[in-house]
């Protein structure tokens, strides 16, 4: 299972770090047909009352289906960023305006 965290940090003060925010994305049970080498994972979105939500817990469930797990090529970011999109699907999106350090070179 991997967990990300959100967290808040008032004036950058980690003594004031409150949680706003957590995902969890969790592999399935593989069985006999499934290749070790790709993964279908479960994900959960919780966000905290403090943040919004109505009550504590799930806010939002998706899914990530054959994510290459053993690819040199994609990451940990690339299905964090996978289960974001398939989770949230039509949340709105803000473009950025100017680049970020490091984002004029291609990959």
Do not use: F
Not at 15 to 34: F, K, Q, V
Not at 85 to 92: G, Q
């Amino acid at each position: 299972m991997i967990i990300v965290k959100v967290l808040l940090r008032p004036q950058g003060d980690a003594s004031r770090d409150r949680e706003i925010g957590e995902m969890t994305i969790t592999l399935d049970h593989p069985t006999l047909l499934d290749s070790p080498d790709v993964g279908n994972y479960t994900v959960r979105i919780l966000k905290s009352a403090h943040h919004g939500a109505r009550a504590e817990g799930t806010w939002k469930r998706g899914r990530v289906c054959g994510y290459p797990r053993k690819s040199k090529r994609v990451g940990v970011w690339d299905l964090l960023r996978s289960a974001l999109n398939n989770t949230l699907k039509s949340r709105p999106v803000w473009p950025a305006k100017e680049k970020a350090d490091g984002e004029d070179k291609p990959n």
